[in-house]
């Protein structure tokens, strides 16, 4: 994940809120993507692994 100072934000309130809604959607996806990945059983059929990633 990449971090960014704020100070690289826009001044616009508004476009700083969409800013942040951005980096949080991507950072919350990153992390269940991840998770989902490591936790996908051995035993599951090619069709549940493609489902998990």
């Known amino acids: ?17 969409n800013r942040m809604g951005h980096h949080f959607g991507r950072t919350v996806i990153d992390e269940v993507k991840g998770y989902a990945r ?5 035993d599951a ?7 998990a990633e």
Do not use: C, Q, V, Y
């Open 45 to 51: 059929s090619p069709e549940e692994k493609l489902a």
């Open 38 to 42: 490591g936790n996908i059983p051995s």
């Open 1 to 17: 994940m990449t971090t960014r100072s704020f100070k690289d934000w826009p001044a616009d309130e508004h476009d700083r809120w």
